[in-house]
């Protein structure tokens, strides 16, 4: 009998225990994205970040990185998690959690002189993206494409035919447009919205923050608070527009 309660008292107990293990501070990573990310800790995706974890008592250490440093970070254990994550980019090492916590919407920058580039012909077009973000994985039938180090130089890239389309997030295509002196001569091609993911490296510790993001994310889907924060930060909420379209699909 005795040996029955203490087996109970265990099982009882190592909830508790991994609870305990989880750190007091989360360290995650990002890319610098204008009203996602911020250098000090604003924007949408880190209060998102913090309305997942701080009810958990844990606080969110940022840091602002190139995104393939980032994730570099999260493989060598130096960040426990990075922001902005596709699945299925092929980084070893990393973990994934179930939820995502908002949907990309991925588009083409052109002159306003071309055509509208044509999403089942990619392959047409020499294409452009930002380094590691992998849009031939999730764009289909890519033909030739370059990466770029840094987004600054992207409209005389155009301009001199270096390239015919830039692909990023329509927020990051606005702000470059913002700081043009003639954003008219340019065009936006909405091309798909992508699931994002906050990635973990592929540790206990990992495992643990996964579990309790998909736990809490959950919550803050079902009690609407993850729509109110989009709302407060003026951003379109694409979850059930994906979700819906998702599930017609199948």
């Known amino acids: ?31 610098e994205w204008p009203g996602y990310a911020e250098r000090d800790g604003s ?4 209060e998102i970040m913090r309305l997942v974890f701080e009810p958990a008592g844990m606080r969110i250490d940022h840091r602002t990185e190139p ?8 493989q060598r254990g130096e960040a ?7 699945r299925g980019e092929g980084f070893e090492k990393v973990i994934y959690p179930q939820r995502t916590y908002g949907i990309d ?10 055509p509208a580039p044509d999403l089942s012909a990619l392959k047409r077009y020499r294409l ?5 973000y992998g849009y031939q994985r999730y764009l289909p039938d890519v033909g030739g494409y370059q990466e770029v180090q840094r987004r600054v130089g992207i409209l005389e890239m155009l301009e001199r035919g270096r390239a015919d389309y830039y692909i990023d997030a329509r927020p990051e295509i606005l702000d470059m447009l913002a ?14 919205g992508i699931p994002l993911y906050p990635g973990f490296a592929d540790t206990g510790l ?22 109110a924060l989009y709302a407060r930060w003026n951003q379109p909420y694409l979850i059930d527009t994906y979700s819906e379209q998702t599930d017609a699909s199948h």
Request: hydrophobic share 50%; with cysteine.
């Open 1 to 31: 009998m005795r040996a029955w309660v203490l087996c109970l008292l265990t099982l009882w107990l190592l909830p508790l225990q991994a609870a305990e293990r989880l750190p007091e501070r989360v360290r995650l990573v990002s890319d």
């Open 43 to 46: 924007g949408l995706a880190w």
């Open 67 to 74: 995104y393939t440093r980032g994730v570099g970070l999260v």
């Open 80 to 86: 426990d998690g990075w922001l902005g994550s596709y």
């Open 105 to 114: 919407p991925v588009a083409a920058l052109g002159l306003a002189s071309a």
């Open 128 to 132: 452009a993206w930002m380094r590691g």
């Open 179 to 192: 700081k043009s002196p003639e954003p008219q001569r340019y065009r936006i091609t909405d091309l798909r």
């Open 206 to 227: 990992g495992r643990a923050l996964a579990a309790l993001y998909d736990r809490r994310m959950e919550a803050i889907l079902a009690d609407g608070s993850l729509r």
